[in-house]
């Protein structure tokens, strides 16, 4: 697995981690904060590994 592979799998990990940790945050009650945090922190990752691919496909590996 090439290192912009994991880069790429790495990130969907995270978001989908930190998307589930705001749903089960709301759903608990946990926090409201632990949930806005996470949905935010899942939303700016989604930004970051889009641009991250598009940066990446003019990278020669």
Known sequence: MS?????????L???V???GMG???FKTGASDG???GSCV???LMLVYGVMFFNKS?????
């Open 23 to 25: 749903i089960w945050a």
């Open 34 to 36: 632990l949930g806005w």
């Open 41 to 43: 922190a899942a939303v």
């Open 57 to 61: 496909k003019s990278i020669i590996t």
């Open 17 to 19: 981690f930190s998307a």
């Open 13 to 15: 990990v995270s978001i």
């Open 3 to 11: 290192l912009k592979a994991f880069h790429l799998f790495f990130i």
